[in-house]
């Protein structure tokens, strides 16, 4: 257990960041994983899978901003993706 004042304090702020980190890479998987389903349904329209490909690489760079993600894991995970979408036409 912490003995220093400010090792308490950075146990609080390490359990508010985690929290927040969560919710955040929740977030981004919530927005990869709907354009994941878009792209598993047989007939799958290549405007909505672009719309959520916006949407999700938005998703994916704001997490590397907050320091979520890695940018390169990021940047492979865009362009997998994109690469997906662009295979539907």
């Known amino acids: 257990m912490a003995s220093h ?23 981004i998987r919530t927005f990869v994983k709907k ?11 290549k405007e909505e899978a672009a719309t959520a490909l916006v ?5 994916l760079m704001r997490g590397v901003s907050k ?10 995970k865009v362009s997998r993706l994109t690469k997906r979408v662009k295979a539907l036409a």
Do not use: W
């Not at 949407?55 to 998703?59: H, K, L, N, S, T």
């Not at 320091?67 to 492979?76: D, P």
């Open 5 to 27: 004042k400010s090792a308490e304090k950075s146990i609080r702020q390490t359990a508010r960041r985690t929290l927040v980190n969560q919710n955040r890479v929740g977030r």
């Open 67 to 76: 320091g979520v993600l890695h940018k390169n894991t990021a940047s492979r």
């Open 35 to 45: 354009i994941e389903a878009l792209l598993a349904t047989p007939n799958a329209k």
């Open 55 to 59: 949407q999700a690489e938005r998703e």
